[in-house]
């Protein structure tokens, strides 16, 4: 399977704690897109990355939230400190620099804060 | 900034019957228009593009849509829908104007299939 994967697919965790999820986008694309999904909504946008390099975050991305591509390969995204507002889907997705409008999406790691 | 309208929150329709799902966006210049499709627990899957040029655009699964400036609308049809087409619909806008890479998506319409 050569599409964007993401691990984990759901995770349960306790306010206060931290969360880490990872993305792995499809291997020749060099921008990578972080995306929330809350019930009954769109996703929206949180940040991207092109290569290694974060070129933008959305006021959504509280400090509670940091994102990573360090070898311009794979990214995580964590948060500190969770709060039951956190609870969504975080949605990855990846695409070309030539065409970085034309983004493909891994299924997503749905997180709930109890 | 740019925005997405789906003002159909909801839409039932029967097997074999056609299909239309309104996205009406707001943006400056001329945009990127994005249909995707999200089945229940699933990554969202792209249907179409628009980018320029003709402004009917086919897609995948037999799915079609029409860019009009005019209306600033582009909706999204089908002449004949399958039970598996049930799904969640996202209409989306980007574009350079803004100098950002950003999608921006509308709330989505859920369509259900009925026998």
């Known amino acids: 399977d050569t599409g964007v994967s993401q691990n984990p697919r759901h995770k349960i965790t306790k306010r206060g704690q931290n969360v880490t999820f990872r993305c792995d986008p499809i291997?020749?694309?060099?921008?990578l897109y972080w995306y929330r999904q809350t019930l009954g909504q769109g996703p929206e946008f949180l940040t991207y990355f092109q290569n290694e390099a974060q070129l933008e975050k959305s006021r959504l991305l509280s400090d509670r939230f940091s994102a990573e591509r360090p070898k311009g390969s794979f990214s995580t995204l964590e948060i500190q400190r969770t709060e039951q507002g956190d609870s969504a889907m975080y949605l990855c997705a990846s695409s070309l620099e030539a065409s970085s409008y034309e983004q493909y999406f891994g299924p997503g790691t749905r997180l709930t804060v109890t | 900034a740019q925005s997405v309208t789906q003002p159909d929150i909801h839409i039932t329709v029967s097997e074999g019957a056609s299909l239309e799902l309104r996205c009406n966006y707001s943006y400056g210049a001329t945009p990127y228009l994005f249909w995707y499709v999200q089945s229940p627990g699933q990554g969202l899957q792209l249907l179409l593009k628009?980018?320029?040029?003709?402004?009917l655009v086919q897609g995948i699964k037999g799915f079609e849509a029409e860019f009009k400036r005019s209306q600033s609308s582009f909706n999204l049809r089908k002449p004949s829908v399958h039970w598996s087409d049930a799904a969640e619909y996202f209409c989306a806008v980007g574009g350079p104007e803004f100098g950002n890479e950003k999608l921006t998506f509308g709330t989505g319409t859920r369509l259900t299939i009925i026998p």
């Open positions: 628009y980018f320029s040029g003709d402004t």
């Open positions: 291997s020749e694309h060099n921008r």
